[in-house]
């Protein structure tokens, strides 16, 4: 299936420690994107990697660190987990383009106790 | 400070009848503006979008409607299905470079549930 998967789709972890997101997508796309959607529901834009050159940075903290090995993947590394990083992370992918659309992946939902 | 609004965090109609979402904007800048769907545990799936220089912009079942003076626009599903019910978000970009770097500022999303 052509998609955009990420993992795992549950991540339950404790403060303080370090996990990571991978997202993979096969649709050939150039742009890749991480998307928060907190407690209140909004989807906000955290990351943009293009042909593994950072686009966008939005105002994250720096215990997030995005990578991209190649223009497929984009993980997503925290350290020192938060409580208020609980929520849930949506990859995303597109072709560079006006008013190409976004392809998203079906989220990881992170819970930190 | 949010940008994009959906101020109905919820919306109940019955099958065969007309949905309507609505979606309002603050930052004039916005010159495109888009409608996902998304389904529990699945992620948003884009559904239409239009751009600042039509005010309407149709695909089957769903109409896009503009109001720029307004700020707003709405989504119509006609006729509504129970497969409709899901999420609705709006989103929105501004300008040539948010559309290139496919910067999207998102509502909150409006629950459509579609009963028989």
């Known amino acids: 299936d052509t998609a955009v998967s990420q993992t795992p789709k549950y991540l339950v972890t404790q403060m303080g420690n370090d996990k990571s997101i991978k997202c993979e997508q096969n649709?050939?796309?150039?742009?890749m994107y991480w998307y928060k959607q907190d407690s209140k529901k909004f989807l906000k834009i955290m990351f943009s990697?293009?042909?593994?050159?950072?686009?966008i940075n939005e105002t994250v903290p720096n215990r997030f660190s995005p990578k991209s090995p190649d223009k497929a993947h984009l993980n997503l590394h925290i350290n020192s987990l938060e409580l208020g990083d609980s929520a849930v992370y949506f990859c995303?992918?597109?072709?560079?383009?006006?008013?190409?659309?976004?392809?998203f992946g079906n989220g990881t939902r992170l819970t930190v106790t | 400070d949010q940008q994009v609004k959906q101020n109905s965090p919820s919306l109940s109609v019955q099958e065969g009848r007309i949905s309507i979402l609505n979606c309002d904007y603050t930052?004039?800048?916005?010159?495109?503006f888009l409608w996902y769907k998304k389904y529990p545990a699945e992620g948003p799936t884009f559904l239409i979008s239009?751009?600042?220089?039509?005010d309407k912009n149709e695909d089957g079942r769903f109409t896009v409607f503009l109001n720029k003076s307004a700020k707003h626009l709405s989504l119509h599903i006609v006729p509504s299905q129970p497969g409709d019910s899901a999420v609705y978000f709006c989103?929105?970009?501004?300008?040539?470079?948010?559309?290139?770097?496919?910067?999207?500022?998102f509502g909150r999303g409006t629950q459509l549930t579609v009963w028989p």
């Open positions: 995303a992918s597109r072709n560079t383009g006006i008013n190409s659309p976004l392809h």
């Open positions: 649709l050939g796309h150039d742009t």
């Open positions: 990697y293009n042909n593994k050159e950072l686009i």
């Open positions: 930052n004039s800048m916005f010159d495109y």
């Open positions: 239009i751009s600042s220089i039509k």
């Open positions: 989103a929105a970009s501004a300008g040539d470079r948010g559309s290139t770097l496919g910067r999207l500022y």
